[in-house]
């Protein structure tokens, strides 16, 4: 079966983020979005979400290009003398990996974004982390461990098909296989890894004509217009292009040529947790 999950991340980065949110939601096809709990309009897209019961919201985590949700001086070697994160990933690697207490610190902060979701009211769907950091093993490893507290129940792999993601694949099969063992639900594939802010109609399009079997997720970045602070690297992004895609008659029409089903993780960790315990059932 080809299952296909549509999110948007970055909610709550900024209200132009927000209200493509909304758009692509009510008059989408976008099911779930992840919430980035400390940037400057996470409020206003947790009120709207509060509008929206029918959309799935999970926890972005934000360890790069942004600022921490615990005051800077409780996570030194996260930050710079700004008390920002870095925005150089290779650089934050590093002091993931090397500098002395950083596991502890990364855990706080972890865990204060999880806090922080939960303060919101909103069942958590998903979890993921802004520029894939999550892929890193310290950081994959306290994600399980910590979002088990908070009911976590799925994680984004991003794993693209076709060999897009070939450079990782023996480390994202080792991450598919320590989130199985931790109970946590995961894709199969994802698209965006590649082409984040360039998922246009036409591209969205061609990916539902080759959308492989299994669970699929397409992250899309949408925005109504182009806004303050984004983060470096995004200056190229199509943000009303990708808006189009997601409200777009010709997709919709795309999804039900192809026999998609148009799934959240949820009901896809919902749907396995029931397999498990009815086993002559199936997975559905």
Sequence with gaps: MKRLIVNADDFGAAPEINDAVERAHRNGI??????MVGASASQDAVERARRMPNLAVGLHVVLVHGRP????????NLVDGSGAFLTNLVRAG??????PGVRAQLAAEIRAQFERFAATGLTLDHANAQSHMHVHPTVFALL???GRDYGLRAVRIPREPLGGTRTIEPWLALMRSRAKRSGIVCNDYAFGVNEAGALTEERVLQI???LPDGVTEIFFHPATARFRGADPGTE???WQEELAALTSRRVRE?????????VTYGEVASRQATAARHPSTGSG
């Design 94 to 99: 590093s002091r993931f990996f090397f500098r």
């Design 254 to 262: 795309a999804i039900e040529r192809n026999g998609i089903e148009s």
């Design 69 to 76: 949700v615990l005051p800077p001086q409780r996570v030194p």
């Design 144 to 146: 399980l461990e910590i």
């Design 30 to 35: 976008l099911r779930s979005a992840s919430l």
């Design 208 to 210: 539902l004509d080759v």
């Design 236 to 238: 190229d992004f199509h």
